[in-house]
């Protein structure tokens, strides 16, 4: 975007400190009064109060509240009218003091909603109603909150919800879910309860930037499992609810233009598809074919520059019921291209020095510029036929698709004068989704009814041809002046494969009044196929009296190969699968219309298998796993009014190992290069007792307050840390062919906390919150480096940490002003996540840390009618970074001249990402 980007986000920020001003209103001749469901009690939003004999009229505000000022003594006739509900009148007295109080309780009467405004203050509703009547505990985002957050992906979603933060990309999207402080392989995402598979070779997590917000109608984060559910969740469960469809037709269009502020300081630097190869030399010409350099297309090394890109955002849904209402439909897309970028410092760590003991070594920094054109797509439909009202089927299917194309550029610089390297690294990632579910609801009596559903699902990842240009300059040598050579050039392909067959079934029989019975069970096979192949160029030399190869543009420059062959035969490359069969039986039993108990077990069996290409020669080249875990479950819940519950639950749950983790690798990183990390086929599954109390008071859908509590003891956690192939213990005289990587450490986990949820409104305004603490501990090996009598000595501690990922405190804040008659809506939200561990490290103490971090976002939204509304959507108004730091005496400071963000003694810092603001600014039209 231009330069007045920032400047409008400044104005945008202002403007919405006086949309959420005081508010002054003086109380004369009045009347003031409430409009509520009759059944439900919740305040009926938007209902509209006439004065009959004056012809004046205004809107039910948020909390159901309604104002009528400044009325001459007289009599005058109320009259309520809400679309869906019957009308509502009362006859008021006004004398020349004082006001006075009304009430209206409207019963809904059986015509169809028509306003839009109706419809999405209902599906708000609908969201507190799940929230207060659920089994499980569960926290709901709807449909209403999701249109009105400045989020365009779920991703980013889910960081306003009570105990969730997120993991962010590289881009700073959030993509995975960090539930009560438990990272994403303790997690699962599903849509409608079926267990989605994951494009990530390395993990089973689904990636949540894919899913386009615009295609959501609501985001439910479960945090206590019933029997019912699967059981591979023990810090929670992520279901996407997808829009559904309408008694009536229905279009819904929307279109959005924006911007990032880090593009006002510098360019978009891009490149082009074109060109690239999506398989490998080996892939097209066999494993006996060695590659020619011809082989390996350079074009996409050709960057070029982007003056202000624009971001796209569009999206279409379409809703209907035909045939006598048999016959209902909903067509759905979403489509996001975003330019998005990151300016970033790092300090890289090359190892551990022993004097003074267990130091951190750093030799050089680095500033990274990131460039990403991400273009998310997502389509969806769903299909369903009512044969009668005990008998319908629906068929839903969903694609989505995720291209991500990145230019990143690294600057290298030594503390000491040398060779600076340039890294420019061209990366186009694509991951699909295809999803297709057959659901069937059968009800065979009154007592007896089934439902059952059979899901395929694909999810695939492709990086065609990632290239990694190494340049650097010699000014050891060239003190005033040096040329640019060539280096290396590597280059890779990877892809991979997920797909699951699934199929699940419920019976239900209601043997008594309060009595329900049910039992089922489900069947899922997952096969998982992962490619890997990478070459590397070398620069060639060049005459006899310039043996360096100068650098002037990548189409002029010349390789050879160090392996013209690539190397398809490490851990990257496997095939593996896994079948989990389970079953269930649950009781729910109502006492005295006040307390329901709900208890059940649920047994899943897993078996686990992989084929990997690393040598025969190697332990762990295939291996197999197969337990089967009995899994009790007991909910109570007690209803002190009929908005008031208590709540106390009990249940197991399991996390499985991804299948990566199982396969012994042979991978050095940068942070732990002084070992071998490694996949680990003596690795357990986890298991966790998980208890929960919470107290929620529902006084409309507007006004709530949830209060609760929860502990898990976790067994065979999983966690990175050193180890011994064989599965025997690290000791000082056992300390040979070390690994790092995922273990069971010797110790439990424990995870416990405390979880606050509130909001109030008042008239237009509102406000609304969540707070969680959390605190986990877990003790786990790590390396401490010194000196024995003069001579460097490595011993092995345990240390205890928290868990990777948690923070002790997480809060969201948001101020909401919503005028029915103008049509404003306005919400400026406020994201704190405390400080958490980012990355372990095998060496003691020095673990990275993020700091603490805020966010503040605003969206602002005018409906004009019934039909139509524009919107401006701004994130991250206070341009915070990120910060990642290692918690050790910082001896980076004593460097001359200083090193650029060096400057706290008891911390080194060791990342700095900086992601700017976005702003959007759009209309949608509904009819």
Do not use: C
């Not at 489900?522 to 100068?550: F, M």
Request: hydrophobic share 35%.
């Amino acid at each position: 975007m231009p330069a007045y980007l920032t400047q409008l986000t400044r104005t945008v920020a202002i403007l919405s400190l006086f949309l959420f001003g005081i508010h002054a209103v003086a109380d004369a001749q009045s009347v003031k009064g409430k409009v509520n469901d009759a059944v439900t009690g919740e305040p009926l939003v938007g209902a509209n109060v006439l004065i009959r004999e004056t012809h004046r009229q205004l809107f039910v505000e948020l909390d159901g509240s309604f104002h009528l000022k400044d009325l001459k003594p007289g009599t005058y006739t109320i009259v309520v009218t809400y679309t869906g509900y019957t009308v509502k009148e009362q006859t008021v007295h006004i004398t020349s003091t004082g006001s006075q109080t009304i009430s209206f309780q409207l019963m809904s009467s059986a015509k169809s909603l028509e306003e839009a405004s109706v419809i999405t203050d209902k599906r708000e509703n609908g969201a507190r109603r799940l929230e207060k009547n659920a089994a499980q505990l569960v926290n709901v985002v709807s449909a209403r909150a999701i249109e009105l957050s400045p989020d365009v992906s779920v991703g980013n979603v889910i960081q306003r919800i009570s105990g969730v933060s997120v993991q962010r990309s590289s881009s700073g999207d959030g993509r995975y879910a960090i539930i009560r402080g438990l990272d994403n392989r303790y997690n699962y995402t599903s849509i409608g309860g079926v267990i989605l598979p994951s494009p990530d070779p390395t993990q089973r997590s689904v990636p949540l930037d894919m899913f386009p917000a615009e295609m959501v109608q609501r985001v439910e984060i479960v945090k206590s499992l019933t029997p019912d559910m699967e059981a591979n969740a023990i810090g929670g469960a992520t279901n996407l609810v997808m829009k559904e469809g309408s008694d009536k037709f229905t279009l819904t269009t929307d279109l959005s233009l924006g911007g990032s502020s880090v593009f006002t300081k510098r360019s978009f630097s891009g490149t082009s598809r074109a060109g690239i190869d999506f398989q490998s030399p080996t892939e097209k010409y066999g494993t006996d074919y060695p590659a020619k350099t011809s082989d390996i297309p350079v074009s996409p090394l050709n960057f070029h520059k982007v003056q202000d890109p624009v971001n796209l955002l569009a999206g279409v849904t379409i809703s209907d019921r035909v045939l006598k209402g048999k016959l209902g439909y909903t067509l759905g897309t979403g489509y996001i291209r975003e330019y998005r970028g990151g300016n970033t410092l790092y300090y890289l760590q090359l190892g551990v020095n022993n004097n003074p003991p267990n130091s951190p070594i750093f030799t050089q920094s680095e500033h990274r510029q990131y460039s990403f054109l991400q273009s998310r797509l997502g389509v969806q439909g769903k299909v369903s036929y009512d044969f009668s009202a005990n008998h319908s089927v629906d068929v839903y299917g969903l694609f989505l698709q995720l291209d991500n194309n990145q230019h990143s550029h690294y600057d290298v610089s030594p503390f000491a004068p040398g060779e600076i390297d340039y890294y420019d690294r061209f990366v186009f990632d694509r991951k699909n989704m295809t999803h297709v579910a057959l659901n069937g609801h059968d009800k065979f009596s009154n007592r007896f009814s089934t439902e059952w559903t059979l899901s395929y699902a694909d999810a695939k990842s492709t990086t065609p041809n990632q290239l990694d240009l190494f340049t650097y300059k010699e000014v050891t040598y060239y003190p005033t002046y040096s040329p640019l050579y060539v280096n290396n050039l590597p280059s890779v392909w990877q892809h991979s494969d997920d797909r699951d067959k699934s199929a699940y079934l419920n019976l239900s029989y209601l043997p008594a009044k309060n009595i329900t019975l049910t039992a089922g069970g489900l069947y899922r096979q997952k096969d998982r196929s992962s490619y890997y192949n990478d070459y590397t160029e070398i620069s060639t030399t060049g005459d006899a009296n310039h043996p360096l190869q100068v650098y002037t543009t990548i189409d002029n420059a010349k390789f050879v190969f160090l392996n013209p062959y690539g190397d398809t035969t490490n851990e990257n490359n496997y095939t593996a699968n896994e079948k989990v069969s389970a079953g269930y039986l649950e009781a729910k039993v109502l006492f005295a219309q006040k307390l329901q108990v709900i208890a059940g077990v649920r047994v899943e069996n897993t078996n686990q298998n992989y084929t990997s290409m690393i040598s025969t020669a190697l332990i762990g080249k295939t291996g197999s796993f197969t337990y089967t875990d009995v899994l009790p479950g007991m909910h109570l819940r007690y209803s002190l009014t009929d908005k008031q519950n208590l709540r106390l639950s009990y249940f197991a749950s399991i996390s499985r190992p991804n299948l990566y983790d199982l396969i012994p690798s042979s991978t050095n990183t940068d942070l732990t290069s002084l070992y071998t990390t490694s996949g680990n086929y003596n690795l357990k599954h986890s298991t966790a007792d998980n208890i929960d109390f919470r107290y929620d008071n529902f006084f409309s859908s507007t006004d709530y307050i949830m209060v609760g509590l929860f502990y898990k003891q976790i067994t065979n956690p999983i966690e990175y840390a050193t180890f011994t192939l064989d599965g025997s213990s690290v000791t000082q005289n056992n300390n040979t062919g070390i690994r790092y990587g995922p273990t069971n450490p010797g110790s439990n986990a424990t995870n416990y906390g405390f979880e606050l949820v509130a909001s109030k409104f008042v008239g237009k305004f509102g406000l609304s919150g969540n707070y969680s603490y959390t605190h986990s501990t877990i003790t786990t090996l790590k390396q401490l480096s010194g000196e024995t009598n003069g001579y460097p000595s490595v011993s092995f501690v345990d240390q205890t940490r928290p868990l990777q990922g948690q923070a002790d405190h997480i809060g969201n804040l948001s101020l909401l002003f919503k005028d029915t008659r103008s049509g404003w809506d306005a919400q400026l939200s406020f994201v704190y996540t405390g400080k958490r561990i980012a990355i372990v490290s095998p060496f003691y103490g020095l673990d990275i840390w993020q700091r603490a971090s805020e966010q503040l976002d605003l969206a602002i939204t005018k409906r004009f009618n019934r039909h139509f509304s524009a919107f401006v959507k701004a994130t991250n108004l206070l341009n915070s970074n990120l910060y990642q730091d290692i918690y050790h005496a910082n001896g980076l400071i004593k460097y001359q001249g200083g090193l650029e963000g060096q400057t706290n003694p008891n911390r080194i810092l060791i990342q700095r990402d900086a992601y700017g603001q976005t702003l959007l600014a759009g209309v949608k039209y509904k009819w």
